[in-house]
């Protein structure tokens, strides 16, 4: 059985014959290197992913950012900016008490301050969810550390997106219709005009040496390590994001309390491929037994 170095090792000495691999041709490869997997349905985030994945392929984000670290307060203007703010829309119908703002960029990346990102009012417990997976990969927890960032800032990392094949915003051929509930501090963001709406593929799929299949918005370097966050017990996951009160005055570090229930796993990208099909793991295709799709 090959480690995931070795691996790594591997992929990035085939380099030159994967990449002969057929590749959208608006596919820009980066070198960033550590991935930050969100699986849009074995980690319980619901709609999250298509705010994400919106503001990725829609709004021009894009997928590569740089935790910071910020202040508290420095992390509450960025809300602000994203229309997150203190009673923001989403606190009020049609949504209300049951819902949070989410927002992309994260409030936790420098890219968010020059304002204009884009939020969605999303259930409490798909952001708790969201929120987890982020403070796991930022602060590599117990046994994990030396993975993600590490607690150490700045942290250059890339977001990739496991199962999210059945979201238009989430793919090589977007559908950017705004489907009501996609908002900037402006407001509702409008529909694009033909001239401004994606033209060709946008970003590529990537084999992982798991077998699973993650797609990335802007593409990936073959030998990037990727990294999910496992649950050592399921239940008690969902329970924390179904229960857990947010408080826009803290930042992740709310979130502390469920870390020891998670772990990170390490992986590693080994080859382009051409579309979200011929994942090897049942974790990551939706199918594995006792996993089901969330709604908090």
């Not at 501090?185 to 946008?202: F, I, L, M, N, Q």
């Not at 992982?208 to 966050?229: N, Q």
Request: glycine residues 10%; contains cysteine; negative net charge.
């Amino acid at each position: 059985m090959h480690s995931i170095a070795a691996l790594a090792f591997l992929a990035s000495s085939c380099l030159v014959m994967v990449q002969s691999t057929a590749v959208p041709a608006n596919l820009e490869r980066r070198s960033v290197t550590k991935l930050m997997i969100f699986d849009c349905v074995n980690d319980g985030l619901g709609d999250v992913c298509d705010n994400m994945c919106f503001g990725a392929n829609c709004q021009g984000w894009g997928d590569s950012f740089v935790w910071d670290k910020p202040s508290k307060s420095t992390a509450s203007k960025r809300s602000t900016k994203a229309g997150c703010g203190s009673g923001n829309h989403c606190s009020k119908a049609p949504y209300g008490s049951a819902y949070q703002c989410d927002e992309y960029p994260f409030k936790s990346v420098e890219e968010s301050d020059k304002g204009g990102q884009v939020n969605r009012c999303v259930k409490s417990g798909y952001n708790n969810a969201q929120s987890q997976v982020i403070r796991n990969f930022y602060n590599s927890y117990a046994g994990f550390k030396g993975k993600g960032c590490d607690k150490t800032a700045p942290c250059d990392f890339a977001v990739v997106f496991a199962n999210a094949g059945n979201i238009g915003y989430c793919n090589i051929t977007p559908n950017c219709k705004n489907d009501g509930n996609e908002y900037t501090k402006d407001g509702k963001v409008p529909d694009p005009k033909k001239r401004e709406a994606p033209t060709g593929p946008v970003g590529g799929y990537y084999k992982l040496a798991s077998g699973d299949v993650v797609y990335a918005p802007t593409g990936a370097e073959v030998g990037a390590m990727a990294y999910r966050t496992v649950r050592k017990n399921e239940t008690l996951y969902h329970e924390y994001n179904r229960n857990h009160e947010y408080s826009e005055h803290q930042g992740y570090e709310q979130y502390d309390y469920m870390m020891d229930n998670l772990e990170l796993a390490e992986d590693v990208v080994v080859a382009i491929v051409d579309g979200p099909q011929g994942s090897a793991s049942s974790a990551m295709n939706g199918t594995a037994q006792n996993i089901t799709k969330r709604d908090y």
